[in-house]
Structure formats: structure tokens, C-alpha cells
Nanobody, 120 residues
Framework: QVQLVESGGGLVQPGGSLRLSCAASGSISYIHAMGWYRQAPGKQRELVAAITSGGSTNYADSVKGRFTISTDNAKNTVYLQMNSLKPEDTAVYSC??????????????WGQGTQVTVSS
């Protein structure tokens, strides 16, 4: 059974930095892409950043130049380095992986979510 486990959320002051991690575990044949989404209270969930197995990245306009997504393929882990954080970055951040479990077809998996709060 595949699981995504996130870590690294917390409270940070405006202008500060945080690094989120998400590790995929279980019987995995191939990971096609991984990404981070966020949902603030009263708002829809939005894509923050994503990275494909080939290394192509995609960022929301609101985080370009401040956030960086990266992976450690040997560890099936995706990271989100968040710099110059703003109060509007406050949200629950969830990890997503589009992957193929061993013996099964390609599908999406989600982490449990981690709270990021940017406040003075």
C-alpha cells in the first residue's frame, strides 16, 4: 500500500523560510510526477508547484521566484523550499504523487496535509 508522509510545516514570520518534505513509501513501480497543493480557509485548493519524472517544473504565478520544488528520486521524496513567505501563503499544504503501484495502474495519491502559517 502506497503512503505519502509530509513534514516541515509550522509557524513562520513574514519573510521567513520553510522546507516541506513528502516521502512516498510502499510498493511503487514508477513515479510520473509529484507536486504540492494548498488550500486556505474559504478558498479552493490550488496547485503550488509540480515536478515530473523528467525534471520539468510548474509553479503558480503567486510563488514563482520564491518557492522551489525538487526531488530525491532515490528516496521517492519531493521537497518544497519556501522563501520570502507572505501571510497569504498561509494554508494547508498537501503533497500529491501520480504514480504506478506495483501490479496496478497509474493513479493519484495524497498526503495528509501540513499546516503552514505565516504570521508575525
Amino acid at each position: 500500500q502506497v503512503q505519502l508522509v509530509e513534514s516541515g510545516g509550522g509557524l513562520v514570520q513574514p519573510g521567513g523560510s520553510l522546507r516541506l518534505s513528502c516521502a512516498a513509501s510502499g510498493s511503487i513501480s514508477y513515479i510520473h510526477a509529484m507536486g504540492w497543493y494548498r488550500q486556505a480557509p474559504g478558498k479552493q485548493r490550488e496547485l503550488v508547484a509540480a515536478i515530473t519524472s523528467g525534471g520539468s517544473t510548474n509553479y503558480a504565478d503567486s510563488v514563482k521566484g520564491r518557492f522551489t520544488i525538487s526531488t530525491d528520486n532515490a528516496k521517492n521524496t519531493v521537497y518544497l523550499q519556501m522563501n520570502s513567505l507572505k501571510p497569504e501563503d498561509t494554508a494547508v499544504y498537501s503533497c500529491n504523487a501520480n504514480l504506478r503501484p506495483t501490479g496496478w495502474g497509474r493513479r493519484d495519491y495524497w498526503g495528509q496535509g501540513t499546516q503552514v502559517t505565516v504570521s508575525s
